[in-house]
Antibody, heavy 121, light 110 residues
Framework: EVQLVESGGGLVTPGGSLRLSCVAS????????MNWVRQAPGKGLEWVSG????????YFSDAMKGRITISRDDAKNSLYLQMNDLRADDTAVYYC??????????????WGQGTLVTVSS | QSALTQPPSVSGAPGQTVTISCTGS?????????VHWYQQGPGTAPKLLIY???KRPSGVPDRISGSRSGTSASLAITGLQADDEADYYC??????????FGTGTKVSVL
């Protein structure tokens, strides 16, 4: 079955940076758009960013626009999220998720186990 | 990017049916974008439950069903079981082609 494994989370001070990684396996990574979704402690799901299969199109949520960069390396079956100027309210579990689509919208058919980012002094 | 609105919690006895609503607007569900549903157990990652309003991925039982009408959607769980206790989220698109999630509903089995 499809596998997504995130890493790179940890404790960072406010204003700091962190780079998350997601390694994919058991599917042809280069053919799929990918996303990052986060979940603050005790809160709901929030989409953060997405990148198309070619890397040509990139999308960001308003909450993190200007502070994050999403990228992918198809040779390494990997997805990345570079986060800068982190704030306390960025504290969350960050999930990597694969995209699939119907004719009218897309959804997230496989998710990783998540990596916890804690922003605190 | 406002979230879709769901009831915070619903509950039912084993064997009963519970329904979770998901209310959007003319810029998301009402614009014709499909609705999808996820189940999240305690301490686990979300799992796709329904896609394309009413389609079940392989392995999801047919006592789980979804529907969409106008600016809202709903998820029904019939024959409620103990392992249905989880958080449930709807998801659609908005006009910026961004993913938008529901506020989440906790299902409790009495």
């Amino acid at each position: 079955e499809v596998q997504l494994v995130e890493s790179g989370g940890g404790l960072v001070t406010p204003g700091g940076s962190l780079r998350l990684s997601c390694v994919a396996s058991r599917f042809t990574f280069s053919l799929y758009s990918m996303n990052w979704v986060r979940q603050a402690p005790g809160k709901g799901l929030e989409w953060v960013s997405g990148i198309t299969s070619s890397g040509e199109h990139i999308y960001f949520s308003d909450a993190m626009k200007g502070r994050i960069t999403i990228s992918r390396d198809d040779a390494k079956n990997s997805l990345y999220l570079q986060m800068n100027d982190l704030r306390a309210d960025d504290t969350a579990v960050y999930y990597c998720a694969r995209t699939d689509c119907t004719t009218s919208s897309c959804y997230l058919d496989y998710w990783g186990q998540g990596t916890l980012v804690t922003v605190s002094s | 990017q406002s979230a879709l609105t769901q009831p915070p919690s619903v509950s039912g006895a084993p064997g009963q049916t519970v329904t979770i609503s998901c209310t959007g607007s003319s810029s998301n569900i009402g614009a014709g974008y499909d609705v999808h549903w996820y189940q999240q157990g305690p301490g686990t990652a979300p799992k796709l439950l329904i896609y394309g309003n009413n389609k079940r991925p392989s392995g999801v039982p047919d006592r789980i069903s979804g529907s969409r009408s106008g600016t809202s959607a709903s998820l029904a769980i019939t024959g409620l079981q103990a392992d249905d206790e989880a958080d449930y989220y709807c998801q659609s698109y908005d006009d910026s082609l961004n993913y938008i999630f529901g506020t989440g509903t906790k299902v409790s089995v009495l």
